[in-house]
């Protein structure tokens, strides 16, 4: 329990991590994440991994090549649900909560108590999109 800090602005840290501002946090670094991707791997003109955004509530990201795959990113009520390759399988509902330490992560509902760190729910997530051809 040595992480929790001693003081802490909660009423602050609790209004950053609301299901708008997450969702729009999330939005920015999936768009970013795309963004690098794309230049580290040369994409660029050829098969580029495309991001695309409505305002507020869904965005997605789209790998074009042979295949269609894509995840999109949809802001429902108090979740963000997130559906991978075109609803292949059930979509994930990810819910922004503050934790004792004060950082906003997110709880996968029906996976039990484990929470993630943003970065680790973008690479959960985006990583068979980006690295599908790599065997790890």
């Known amino acids: 329990m040595k992480d929790i800090p001693q003081e802490l602005d ?3 840290e609790r209004a950053k991590c609301d299901i708008k501002k997450a ?3 999330l939005r920015q670094a999936v768009q970013k994440d795309v963004e690098q991707y794309n230049t580290q791997s040369g994409l ?3 098969y580029p991994i495309e991001f695309s955004s409505e305002p507020n509530w869904l965005f997605s990201v789209v790998r074009r090549s042979n295949l269609v795959k894509a995840t999109v990113f949809n802001r429902e009520g108090d979740h963000i649900e997130i559906t991978l390759n075109a609803a292949a399988q059930q979509p994930l509902k990810a819910v922004p909560v503050l934790t004792e330490t004060g950082h ?3 709880r ?3 996976e039990g108590d484990e929470l993630l760190f943003e ?3 973008r690479r959960r997530v ?3 999109l980006f690295f599908a051809n790599l065997r790890v």
């Open 10 to 12: 909660w009423v602050n």
């Open 104 to 106: 906003c992560k997110f």
């Open 126 to 128: 985006l990583e068979p």
């Open 108 to 110: 996968i509902e029906g």
């Open 119 to 121: 970065w680790q729910l």
């Open 23 to 25: 969702f729009e946090h």
């Open 44 to 46: 660029q003109s050829h």
